[in-house]
């Protein structure tokens, strides 16, 4: 169900931000490469070429000698468009089989006979079908009926939602991390939203019987505005199991609450079935790049294209590798991708993780998974390049006294002290590495510097390469977190002895904040659920004994009490598991429990800020409770008991008298924000849930009985569970509403229908289109492939509640759909018998033009809220 709607405004208000998708850059027939009368080159906006481009990745060795000359030709090519078709559309098999069966063998004949065209195809390695490639031109498109046909059809699903253009490559990182349906799925850089509507597929596929699936996924952008673009695109899923948040991602909150997780007595205490932490299943950290694998999409790179981009990507994108491992749960997969080619971006990082997490985390071969998809192994040797020069080990960059280069970008990862005094590291032996280094040691020449391996599997690692199968460029690596991650002893150590003076906390604040960034967990409570419960009480008993030193301490030095009892208010907050790693139960991580939570009560206001969820210009998220309001749209619409309502219901409007829309969320969604409530509102969330019900502010709408009406995009999900105010119209009344969208009661075909339709109370309905062959008085089983549109049941006629375009997109659906089926009913002399009887509609009451204005009051409506 789902993936269909979409509102006008939004569309609108992103018209500017959406790349045209299906739109080529203008031609002329006399530039144009398919013109045999062409004598000018193609026009090209872009040099495709960069001298230090070449110079850079010859040396790094991505593609042998004897074949840089093709790697460099497909990558001065435009990039074929490619889409998939949205699995969870209600029309997903039609509109493959027209694909398969229209597009593809009708273009397949005409080139069999001779024509320039190249046939669109499926993607070999994207399952099902499901992804496609075209390459025309413009030219080529005007030229030919078939692909002008085909090309209206593509510009119509995408703008429905049942179409979504993407790159290919940027589709293959979803489908390494093996995503199930009850996953809770991060995805920490998620705008524009391709991968994120990919996960949300994925998840949904398999749900039983059109039910809302167990699982979720938390969409996170760093960039508020990419977050809207993100949310306009995924509105298209109508998904209920999606949250939107605003985050850097390498500080990424860690929610946690260990309150109320025991119920009962003191001696039956039973674990409760409500989530203390959140972790995720999976993780897709598609990390911001330097993004020279699209070059072929946006040839404006070749003009910017400098090495040191990526140097000054390295450390960020490790940072928020990190940061997401700690967020995994034991025993979850995580991706790490770039659509860079960049080895410094890619393999560095890689190579980096596994050395900060150790035997904690492996680097999966996927080898054996999507075999038609052609890859290359990860390279073990790399060179860096600064401001031109060539550094082959940080040895060499510590003698030309490069600032921004750091040992993790060399294969190795080792600086030049690990490298010259690995002995005397080995014991223990304290060495400063500014003494180690040998300044005036002559600087080395490109020739002679010293090659340095990687002893990592990186290998394991995937690089996709455009001439390999005419495609942008991509670097993917799994990751599987084989147990919690190692924890920074000595920080924590540190952080203790800072514990006693102001000063100290304000640099505990720091090292907190270093931790972060490093993304490394000083503990981590996914374990089981036992072992939170074992360490809870171990650290509560702590905490509240160190708590209660530091207070002590800190009192000596503030005779400021306020602050004390602040502190030792938030202090109090403190009796959660935090720092105590179920394994390793020391007092050290306890200590750094301690630290943390010291640490956050001195963060004053900005913490109490969030405590209240107050993101400073984001809306609230809360629960809607309002019984009132809630039975009404109950009692109006009918809807069974069996469909889950209370605690699924969400406002963003503080003021539960004004609430406008009211969102509905699955039940993995709601276990969050029950969570993120009990953690003190961590999470900025921009968007969350499924739009479901919006309050009727036009004059009629007001006096309906029930003040909300259904939106389209909750349509699909609350549709099975609606017993009253719903109608079953056939094919012939159907299609009239789409298309005069409005019809007088008198006025349907089928008179019953009519009458009922007239018995309807004020206000909004359902109307479903009933199957060949059912009548009026059948009972409808409605399922996953059900038809429905909501529509306004007026004083005198029934007006629909849907845009133009999905009116549109319906009916050639309709006639796609119906082809076979001819039936009478919309023969036209049937056609003109409405249109008479509309024409005469004006006796009524109500003339057409009256009529008209109904309608589009009614889509007014929907275009404006
Ligand atoms: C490669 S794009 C992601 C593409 C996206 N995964 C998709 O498939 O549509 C990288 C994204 O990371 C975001 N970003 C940049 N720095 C970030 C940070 N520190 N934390 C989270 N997101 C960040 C950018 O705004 C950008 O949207």
């Known amino acids: 169900m789902g993936g269909r709607r979409g509102s006008r405004t939004q569309r609108k208000h992103f018209k500017q931000n959406r790349e045209n998708v299906w739109k080529r850059p203008k031609t002329d027939s006399s530039s144009d490469p398919n013109n045999p009368n062409s004598n000018n080159p193609p026009w090209q906006p872009f040099a495709t070429q960069n001298p230090s481009f070449d110079e850079y990745y010859k040396e790094q060795g991505i593609v042998s000698p004897d074949e840089w000359d093709s790697f460099m030709e497909v990558l001065r090519k435009p990039l074929p468009a490619a889409f998939r078709i949205n699995s969870t559309s209600q029309f997903c098999e039609d509109i493959r089989s027209q694909l398969e069966n229209d597009f593809m063998k009708s273009l397949q004949a005409e080139a069999a006979e001779g024509g320039d065209l190249e046939p669109i195809k499926p993607l070999a390695w994207y399952p099902d079908n499901l992804a496609w490639q075209s390459n025309f031109s413009r030219m080529q498109i005007r030229k030919n009926q078939t692909l002008e046909r085909f090309h209206e059809f593509l510009k119509l699903e995408t703008e429905i939602g049942n179409i979504s253009r993407q790159e290919a490559v940027s589709m293959v990182p979803p489908l390494f991390l093996d995503v199930h349906p009850h996953h809770f799925v991060l995805d920490v850089c998620a705008a524009p939203g391709s991968k994120t509507f990919q996960l949300l597929e994925i998840i949904y596929h398999s749900a039983k019987g059109g039910s809302l699936p167990e699982g979720m996924v938390l969409a996170n952008d760093l960039d508020v505005q990419r977050c ?133 985390v492996e680097l999966v071969d996927v080898s054996n998974e999507l075999p038609q998809l052609i890859r290359r192994p990860g390279l073990k040797k790399w060179k860096v390049r600064d401001k031109g020069v060539w550094l082959a080990s940080y040895k060499d960059a510590r003698k030309l006294q490069r600032n921004g280069i750091v040992p993790s970008m060399f294969p190795s990862g080792k600086n030049y002290t690990d490298l010259t005094n690995k002995n005397k590291s080995e014991i223990g032996e304290n060495v400063n590495s500014e003494d180690a280094v040998q300044l005036d040691d002559p600087v080395p020449s490109t020739d002679d510097l010293e090659e340095e391996i990687s002893d990592l599997p990186l290998e394991r690692c995937m690089r996709i390469v455009p001439h390999d199968q005419n495609t942008g460029a991509f670097f993917i690596a799994v990751l599987h977190k084989v147990s919690h991650l190692p924890a920074i002893q000595e920080k924590s150590a540190s952080s203790q002895k800072k514990l006693s003076t102001r000063n100290g906390l304000h640099e505990n604040l720091s090292d907190q904040a270093t931790e972060e960034i490093n993304g490394l967990e000083v503990s981590s409570v996914d374990g089981t659920d036992e072992k939170i419960l074992e360490v809870a009480s171990e650290v509560d008993k702590n905490i509240s004994k160190i708590a209660s030193e530091a207070d002590e301490r800190i009192s000596e030095v503030t005779s400021d009490d306020e602050k004390i009892s602040e502190v030792a208010l938030e202090a109090d907050l403190v009796d959660e598991p935090d720092e105590g790693s179920p394994e390793s139960n020391s007092t050290e991580a306890t200590q750094g429990a301690v630290d943390k939570k010291i640490d956050s009560a001195k963060t004053g206001e900005k913490r109490k800020l969030q405590m209240q969820g ?19 749209i109950k009692t109006f619409y009918g809807i069974d008991e069996s469909f889950p309502l209370t605690g699924h219901l969400v406002t963003r409007n503080n003021d539960a008298n004004h609430v406008k829309r009211i969102y509905y969320v699955s039940k993995s969604v709601k276990d969050i924000l029950d969570l993120n409530f009990r953690g003190g509102q961590q999470l900025k969330i921009t968007s969350v849930g499924l739009k479901m019900f919006e309050r009727q502010t036009s004059r009629e709408g007001s006096s309906a009985p029930c003040s909300f009406r259904i939106s389209s995009e909750g349509l699909p999900v609350i549709l099975p569970y609606i017993t009253k105010q719903i109608l079953y119209a056939s094919a012939a009344d159907f299609k009239h509403l789409l298309q005069y969208k409005s019809i007088k009661f008198a006025d349907f075909v089928e008179a019953d229908f009519g009458q009922k339709a007239a018995n309807l109370m004020l206000g909004c309905c359902v109307i479903v289109l009933r199957d060949a062959g059912k009548s009026l008085s059948d009972h409808i089983q409605v399922d996953t492939s059900t038809i429905a549109i909501g529509c306004w049941k007026g004083r005198s006629s029934l007006s629909v509640m849907v845009t133009a375009i999905d009116c549109q997109e319906l009916l050639e659906r309709l006639s796609v759909g119906m082809e076979t089926e001819k039936n009478a009913t919309l023969a036209p002399e049937n056609h003109s018998e409405l249109d008479e009887k509309q024409d005469m509609s004006g006796e009524n009451g109500t003339s057409p033009e009256e009529q008209d204005v109904e309608a589009k009051k009614i889509q007014d409506i929907n275009a404006t809220e």
């Open 228 to 360: 809207n673009l993100l949310i306009h695109q995924t509105k298209r899923m109508c998904t209920a199991n999606l949250i939107v948040t605003n985050h850097e991602g390498q500080h990424f909150p860690g929610c946690r609450s260990h309150k109320n997780i025991l119920i009962g007595s003191e001696t039956t205490n039973e674990l409760e079935k409500s989530i203390t932490q959140l972790l995720f299943d999976r993780v897709l950290c598609d990390v911001p790049c330097s993004g020279d694998g699209t070059l072929r999409k946006a040839p404006d790179i070749w003009r910017k294209w400098n090495g040191g981009m990526a140097n000054g990507l390295h450390c960020l994108q490790i940072q928020i590798a990190m940061r997401c491992l700690s967020l995994l749960k034991v025993g979850g997969r995580m991706v790490y991708s770039t659509c860079s080619m960049n080895p410094v971006e890619n393999e560095a990082v890689v190579a980096e993780i596994l050395r900060r997490c150790g035997v904690s």
């Open 614 to 632: 107050k993101w400073k210009g984001v809306d609230p998220v809360l629960f809607f409770k309002d019984e009132t309001i809630i039975n009404s």
